[in-house]
């Protein structure tokens, strides 16, 4: 059996290849017209494109900025530049039409179907994002049209639950193996997995977000019926999907993949979420939220729940779950859910014996809610881009017992990272701009709390790359770059603390490289040379010593009496990173022996994923684990 996608048929032997183009024309309809004549002269057998209507994907919250989290504000303003008009999709389906190359787009919302509806599509993408969007897979169903789902961002079960409702429905669809991170790390991408989604479904495909060509060609060979990559005219152009795209490639890099394959392949025994993926899900993903204001003791029935992204509440395969519960608490409207709403306990915060100040991360915005529930030493803010343009006092009143700590945004307005030890002059300098405005904010801050006479700044202060890491002898260059930096800071009253970093940190849900900041011979000397103590994320440096072959406590013995601050938070392999407390493998009641004889002063907060959803239920598992360790 075989699935006809135009004059195509997939699963006959014949790889049907999709050229993404998404977002990749940057809102230029002229750029668009030429990724399709390039797609076309490279023998593709599709151009693709997205469609969505963002007040149907997003909460009316998200659109307006309301407290959102700092990725998703990103997202959104990429897509409002981005995206491209109803008309201007159709002049693109019908200039297809003339090139002789399928147009096939993505919908992410039923008003995106209605209107493909009238064009000449022969088959529907499901963005990873929705693989678990029931109701939506529901109305693509109903198109008759063939769907071709990609899976990245979803656990085994919820592609096995996804898949049973289309077969219900008795609908022909190609699921694609997917890692949903922009570019994604090879020893992410798991592709012996293709081989366990073949017993799920029989067509079964691969899209691809790595660098290079060489696991989609390992893919096709694994059986891959299907293949679709992201399609760019320039790499380095502003957006999230260009570092991932394909431009042409070189014959030396068939010998790299030939290693690039045996880095990529995994285990195939379990989909696992990478930490890009994580973060994709939470911006991507979508959530089952309150229709209107819901008071507790409300029994929910449908007119209740919506579905909208973000995905950080409850997902939307808990739909049926969740109907017929009673409502254990006061929501108001686009609220998430969460999973506690399917129970009848609830989390919630106490008193916390602690030897050492102890805070917790919080946003202007939450800030209030935080302090009526707990009273800690200590608040950590951390500052998105768009925080810096509020006034503070909009949410802060009057003088408050507690002492602060601020986290700089590691993304400024215009897709800018801060990277205060760039070779680039005029990065560097619009990091030093970005930073002193940080800076001053938090100056500012002060008259809010004023038992804090110093308050230390958390930052990540750059020294990353983008396709590959540092040659050794590039690194010092880096630091001393960052110091000349430290000076032309004007950091009177306030202590610049830069954060230890895992050897591939994540920015908008891809991976980069990072060089410093990592190794603890090079910390350890920098902070004695430049006078400067650390913020010891010890989830990070955990990454670091499994990728390193590090001893974590020793590293820590050694880092310690450098430390002013600390993120908690637990870690386990290459990438899983700010895992829940007692959930990764950190020995807590040994580190906590070291920071007693080493650092006995420096404050802490718990540094978990997404901790802050549900009224900071994460934070209050992490503290209730971590009470009597440190």
């Not at 940057?26 to 209507?53: P, T, V, W, Y």
């Not at 430290?486 to 230890?500: A, K, M, N, W």
Request: hydrophobic share 35%.
């Amino acid at each position: 059996m075989n699935i006809t996608i135009g004059n195509h048929q997939v699963g006959s032997g014949r790889v049907f290849i999709i050229a993404e183009i998404g977002n990749n024309h940057n809102g230029s309809i002229d750029r668009a017209r030429e990724l399709i004549d390039q797609a076309s002269a490279a023998g593709a057998d599709c151009a693709k494109f997205q469609m969505r209507h963002l007040d149907q994907v997003y909460r009316q919250r998200s659109l307006h900025k309301r407290g959102e989290d700092l990725s998703t504000e990103y997202v959104l303003d990429l897509l409002r530049r981005f995206e491209l008009s109803v008309d201007e999709h159709r002049e693109l389906a019908e200039y297809c039409g003339r090139k002789g190359i399928l147009y096939l787009c993505t919908p992410w919302d039923e008003r995106s179907i209605e209107v493909l509806e009238t064009f000449p599509v022969p088959a529907y993408k499901v963005a990873s994002a929705d693989l678990t969007n029931l109701p939506l897979l529901d109305r693509l169903s109903a198109t008759g049209k063939p769907l071709i789902l990609s899976t990245g961002m979803s656990r085994t079960e919820e592609v096995r639950i996804s898949v049973d409702f289309l077969n219900r429905r008795k609908s022909k669809f190609i699921l694609l193996h997917c890692n949903s991170t922009y570019p994604a790390p090879l020893h992410d991408i798991q592709l012996r997995w293709l081989d366990q989604l073949k017993k799920v479904h029989p067509f079964v495909g691969y899209s691809g977000h790595e660098r290079g060509t060489a696991v989609s060609l390992a893919a096709v060979a694994l059986g891959a019926c299907m293949i679709e990559r992201h399609f760019t005219l320039d790499r380095t152009m502003e957006g999230p999907d260009h570092a991932a795209s394909l431009e042409p490639i070189e014959f030396r890099r068939l010998v790299e993949g030939i290693r690039e394959i045996e880095q990529a392949m995994g285990d195939g025994t379990e989909r696992r979420l990478s930490q890009g993926e994580m973060i994709n899900r939470e911006n991507l993903g979508k959530s089952l939220v309150a229709a209107g204001d819901l008071r507790k003791g409300t029994v929910l029935t449908a007119e209740h729940v919506i579905v909208r992204s973000p995905g950080q509440g409850l997902s939307p395969q808990n739909y049926e779950k969740l109907l017929g519960r009673t409502l254990q608490r006061d929501m108001t409207a686009e609220d998430f859910f969460y999973p506690s709403d399917l129970s009848d306990k609830r989390i919630e915060p106490r008193a916390y014996a602690f030897k050492r100040p102890w805070g917790v991360p919080v946003r202007y915005h939450d800030f209030d809610e935080y302090r009526n529930k707990i009273r800690p030493d200590l608040f950590e803010f951390h500052l998105s881009y768009s925080d810096m343009d509020i006034d503070p006092s909009k949410f802060l009143q009057g003088e408050y017992p507690f002492d602060f700590v601020v986290h700089a945004p590691e993304l400024f307005a215009g897709s800018h990272l801060m990277d205060l030890a760039t070779p680039d002059k005029a990065y560097r300098e619009q990091s030093l701009r970005e930073t002193q405005r940080v800076i001053d904010i938090t100056r500012g801050l002060k008259r809010f709390f004023p038992k804090t006479k110093r308050p230390p700044i958390v930052a990540n202060v750059g020294g990353f790359t983008m396709d590959a890491p540092l040659p050794a002898a590039a690194v010092p260059g880096y630091y001393e770059r960052f110091a000349r930096s430290l000076d032309e800071l004007d950091r009177d009253g306030v202590e610049f603390i830069p954060q230890t970093m895992a050897p591939f940190p994540w920015h908008f849900g891809g991976q980069r490289y990072q060089n410093m900041f990592v190794k603890i011979d090079e910390i350890v000397p920098w902070c004695k040379k430049l006078g400067i103590r650390m913020c010891y994320d010890i989830s990070h440096s955990r990454l670091t010593c499994n990728y390193y072959g590090v001893d974590f406590y020793e590293f820590s013995e050694q880092i310690a009496p450098y430390t002013a601050h600390i993120h908690m938070g637990d870690a386990k392999g290459l990438n899983g990173e700010g895992l829940q407390v007692g959930e990764g493998e950190i020995d807590f009641v040994r580190l906590g022996k070291i920071f007693k004889d080493k650092c006995p002063d420096a404050s802490f907060i718990p540094e978990i994923w997404q901790g802050h959803k549900n009224g900071g239920e994460g934070f209050w598992i992490a503290m209730e684990r971590l009470e009597g360790t440190l």
